[in-house]
């Protein structure tokens, strides 16, 4: 799967439409509901930036593009279609909070927390990011903020430990975040009622109603494991370079068979970037089995992936390759990602 799925929270708006019932509301008027389906995105959101983090550092060594990574996953107050909901249920204090920190990254290391409010980056206020840049104008304007924020805390560290000036609890704290290189790409669940996980080069998306479907977190790290696998090979840069339809003609000749070999990479990569990261490589075959006899046709009967018997033949073949090498430091050499630097 490549498609690029919009992130798209004012779902949350047709997601929840139930009538609030006056007699069951909170005294502060919000809907219990409601606030409990935020929480859960926002576990669903914990869960899946937790092991992202965990795939981007352990796979460092074998990356030949690098980016700072923070193990920070930050919203902004636009992105909710209930403003007030948010508040209560995220900690949003003005802008930008801290939505997930993942274990043992520099965000934790420096003490952050999911609630914590960021005001400024480096002395920069969040407010004074400039958001009228072209490069956000593809972005709908909610997004656009989140973009500056998000580019700018990655250009600050790309120099040097970066200082952030959180609100907690009413109290304005300066904490230093230390620069850490690793695998690029970002991790974010998309509200959607379908079943689907993508990839757009920089960010991967699983929506929440496919992140319900995993047993637990070495499945989850399976399809996250494929959709990064795309980010790394730069398979959208590839396929817009030759020119392939990635829409309803894709599924035709020539298109249909580059996408299907950027499906086999993605793949056969997998199960690398999960075995590194300590993630049972035996879950992409336990998780793709059960999911493609579940759902039969769909995306496995198309001409741009393989039914899944043949995707669990490619895990075992890596599977296969990865036991007959020795790990160096714990992990294993993907032969898709040839280190150049
Ligand atoms: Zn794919």
């Given at each position: 799967m490549i498609a690029m799925t919009r992130i798209c929270l004012s779902l949350l708006a047709l997601l929840f439409t139930a009538p609030l019932n006056a007699q069951d509301a909170p005294a502060d008027g919000l809907d219990p509901d409601t606030i409990l389906a935020f929480k859960g995105l926002q576990l669903l959101d914990q869960r899946m930036n937790a092991i992202g983090f965990r795939l981007v550092q352990a796979n460092t060594p074998y990356c030949a593009d690098k980016a700072p990574q923070t193990g920070l996953l930050l919203h902004d107050i636009d992105q909710y279609p209930d403003p007030a909901v948010a508040r209560f249920a995220l900690g949003f204090d003005g802008l930008v909070t801290v939505i997930a920190v993942a274990p043992d990254s520099p965000g934790a290391a420096a003490g952050l927390l999911p609630g914590d409010d960021i005001l400024a980056i480096n002395g920069v206020r969040i407010e004074n990011?400039?958001?009228?840049?072209?490069?956000?104008?593809?972005?709908?304007p909610e997004y656009r903020r989140i973009a500056a924020v998000n580019d700018r805390l990655e250009k600050a560290l790309t120099q040097e430990d970066t200082t952030l000036n959180i609100l907690r609890g009413g109290e304005q704290i300066p904490l230093t975040v230390a620069l850490r290189q690793a695998c690029p790409s970002r991790f974010q669940i998309a509200v959607s009622e379908d079943r689907e996980a993508s990839a757009n080069g920089k960010i991967v998306s699983v929506t929440s109603r496919m992140a319900e479907y995993f047993l637990n977190d070495d499945e989850f790290a399976a399809v996250i494991a494929h959709e990064l696998a795309h980010n790394l090979l730069h398979h959208r840069d590839r396929l817009d370079a030759q020119e392939v339809?990635?829409?309803?003609?894709?599924?035709?000749?020539k298109s249909a068979s580059r996408i299907k070999s950027t499906e086999v990479e993605a793949d056969r990569l997998s199960v690398w970037l999960m075995a590194n990261a300590g993630y049972d490589p035996q879950a992409a075959i336990r998780f793709w089995t059960r999911y493609g006899k579940e759902h039969g046709k769909g995306i496995f009967s198309a001409s741009t992936h393989y039914r899944w018997k043949k995707r669990v033949a490619l895990f075992e073949e890596e599977i296969e390759k990865m036991a007959k090498m020795e790990p160096v430091n714990g992990t294993y050499a993907p032969p898709l990602l040839t280190k150049t630097d």
């Open positions: 990011i400039p958001i009228d840049n072209p490069v956000y104008a593809s972005e709908p339809n990635r829409g309803f003609f894709g599924q035709f000749g």
